[in-house]
């Protein structure tokens, strides 16, 4: 018999997460039938999505998030002890799965952890996982920068916005990022290649914008949303391109009070722009085809993936509000 | 000798244009050399966009705007007298053109007004003009409207709205509009058809919204910006649409301290929506293509162009500031 531990969600947030809005409940799991694994967690995330999806989601709920997992017990002889697999299970230390019944419900399916030619397989939930896929197409295919161009990245210290300016280096862009500490400005400018970062709670946002990106804006990708983003998009090019990833900034408010920012219609009239928000899980059957790429920036130097690593389950709520509070920079992930 | 009258723009507006923002001035024209020819205007256009160009044109400027012109003298043999031409010309009486000479400037080219088939010329400032090209390809182009689909248009009983209403009906969709009036309501239902319409400035508009498009909105053509979009973007489906043609609720503000509403970023996200803004001159070649598929409308009766007319030339300063305060319903223009 295996106990396994689990977080439910047992109340929709207000404002900032509380260690009880969370029960750490214990289960046991009963023996494995044939064609299923038993896996236990190595790596949990946490991640800004984990907030905004609460009051979406019905409580009480599992909290849901990527992990790698490794198996420990095996019924399914494609999965032997020791695969590592990739699930949005979450929050929680042993899984049963049965890898040969095909779903829909992403919450119930896995992946093989890709091949990370000897890379932490930590990045399985950063890098090389669903961040680095966000990164990847959410820049790419909705932003689809050109060499030479103008990049503007919000929270650029984050898992996504550091390897969103990062490929956009790789691509010959100019890039400018947007963060919340002066240590978070140094790390973008000194160590991944920015070539100008600010942070925004000190600098004059539009002056800085204006003096950093004297062309104008080309390609925005936009983690926070809020004021700063209608001051961008307010510097923006003719035909300007807006990849809408997340709004932080107002994660932690009432839904149905959401804050208010200068109207950006007169921006997206008079220069053209298009603005679009998207879920990556809109390239699902594509991920693999980021992962190899990403896997090779890595290996090459070309990309830097670091982490912000907090040890132990039992911290996976400290983790979490302190990834909220911008504690991190980097992807901040749990080791179980 | 001939003496042309124009509209001079003096002044920066504040708030609502004043009547001594403009100054009528007048010059003698001098004697048509080969290839000239001599028009007089017969419609002058009133449009949202010239209130909100006013910021970005150093002053002094001539009003530009749309005109239908009839050639009352030829040095042109292209350009017989009688000939009627759309220039960007705006609100002057006399114009001297060399249409042989190609030019990139707006406010100099011209083009032979379209085959009417007998409708009046007047449309040619607006259902087959510049307003009936944005409301075909800002539509059709942006939001991509499928058969069964729900559509929303603001500001849907003016020169634009009221088109993409109509079009959007043509092309298989519900049709919900706002205008700002009750009158401009019941016109919008029991003469252009639209499946719902409402007065946004006595209804609960999120209200109301969920009750016309109960399963949701796919695609959202905006002529007005502000609160009412934050609203309306709220409630769009997955992979919704929305063309932004203009932010008319904003065009009398202070450019620099332009209103706050609600952040859009969760909607946009969360369902995945694309919003782009456009000027209809993107699409400058291919206005003839639209303008063969509005005449046929109007000729066979699926399309209504009704027109809101201010006679003389003297007018049309209380032309211009009517239409902004929203008395038109259909296109606002000046007979001279």
Same mark, same amino acid.
């Given at each position: 018999?295996?106990?396994?531990?689990?977080?439910?969600? +047992?109340?929709?947030?207000?404002?900032?997460?509380?260690?009880?809005?969370? %029960?750490?409940?214990?289960?046991?799991?009963?023996?494995?039938?044939?064609? %299923?694994?038993?896996?236990?967690?190595?790596?949990?995330?946490?991640?800004?999505?984990?907030?905004?999806?609460?009051?979406?989601?019905?409580?009480?709920?599992?909290?849901?998030?990527?992990?790698?997992?490794?198996?420990?017990?095996?019924?399914?002889?494609?999965?032997?002890?020791?695969?590592?697999?990739?699930?949005? +299970?979450?929050?929680?230390?042993?899984?049963?799965?049965?890898?040969?019944?095909?779903?829909?419900?992403?919450?119930?399916?896995?992946?093989?952890?890709?091949?990370?030619?000897?890379?932490?397989?930590?990045?399985?939930?950063?890098?090389?996982?669903?961040?680095?896929?966000?990164?990847?197409?959410?820049?790419? %295919?909705?932003?689809?920068?050109?060499?030479? %161009?103008?990049?503007?990245?919000?929270?650029?210290?984050?898992?996504?916005?550091? /390897?969103?300016?990062?490929?956009?280096? /790789? +691509?010959?862009?100019?890039?400018?990022?947007?963060?919340?500490?002066?240590?978070?400005?140094?790390?973008?400018?000194?160590?991944?290649?920015?070539?100008?970062?600010?942070?925004?709670?000190?600098?004059?946002?539009?002056?800085?914008?204006?003096?950093?990106?004297?062309?104008?804006?080309?390609?925005?990708?936009?983690?926070?949303?809020?004021?700063?983003?209608?001051?961008?998009?307010?510097?923006?090019?003719?035909?300007?391109?807006?990849?809408?990833?997340?709004?932080?900034?107002?994660?932690?408010?009432?839904?149905?009070?959401?804050?208010?920012?200068? /109207?950006?219609?007169?921006?997206?009239?008079?220069?053209?722009?298009?603005?679009?928000?998207?879920?990556?899980?809109?390239?699902?059957?594509?991920?693999?085809?980021?992962?190899?790429?990403?896997?090779?920036?890595?290996?090459?130097?070309?990309?830097?993936?670091?982490?912000?690593?907090?040890?132990?389950?039992?911290?996976?709520?400290?983790?979490?509000?302190?990834?909220?509070?911008?504690?991190?920079?980097?992807?901040?992930?749990?080791?179980?």
């Amino acid at each position: 018999m295996v106990k396994a531990r689990k977080y439910v969600v +047992k109340k929709h947030f207000q404002g900032v997460p509380k260690r009880d809005d969370f %029960e750490i409940v214990e289960q046991e799991l009963p023996p494995l039938k044939d064609g %299923e694994i038993l896996v236990k967690a190595e790596w949990i995330s946490v991640d800004p999505y984990l907030r905004a999806y609460n009051a979406r989601t019905p409580i009480p709920y599992d909290q849901f998030s990527y992990q790698v997992a490794v198996v420990t017990e095996s019924k399914n002889p494609d999965y032997p002890v020791g695969t590592r697999v990739v699930s949005h +299970k979450g929050w929680r230390d042993y899984t049963i799965f049965n890898p040969t019944v095909k779903t829909d419900d992403k919450n119930a399916s896995l992946y093989k952890l890709p091949d990370l030619h000897g890379l932490s397989p930590s990045l399985g939930v950063g890098a090389v996982g669903m961040p680095g896929a966000t990164a990847y197409f959410g820049f790419l %295919e909705i932003c689809k920068p050109k060499a030479g %161009e103008t990049v503007v990245v919000t929270g650029a210290a984050g898992a996504v916005g550091s /390897i969103v300016g990062q490929i956009a280096k /790789i +691509k010959g862009c100019r890039v400018i990022g947007f963060a919340g500490s002066d240590d978070k400005v140094q790390w973008l400018e000194k160590e991944l290649g920015f070539d100008k970062a600010f942070n925004y709670k000190t600098v004059d946002i539009l002056k800085s914008l204006k003096e950093a990106a004297p062309k104008g804006v080309d390609c925005y990708f936009d983690n926070v949303g809020g004021e700063i983003s209608s001051l961008i998009l307010s510097q923006m090019n003719d035909y300007g391109r807006a990849s809408v990833c997340g709004s932080i900034s107002a994660y932690n408010e009432d839904p149905s009070k959401m804050p208010k920012a200068t /109207i950006i219609q007169p921006s997206l009239v008079f220069k053209q722009l298009k603005v679009e928000g998207f879920l990556v899980w809109r390239w699902d059957g594509r991920w693999p085809e980021a992962f190899a790429e990403l896997v090779n920036w890595i290996k090459s130097g070309k990309l830097k993936a670091r982490e912000h690593v907090t040890e132990g389950f039992d911290k996976l709520y400290d983790a979490f509000t302190g990834m909220l509070a911008g504690e991190n920079s980097g992807k901040a992930v749990v080791k179980v």
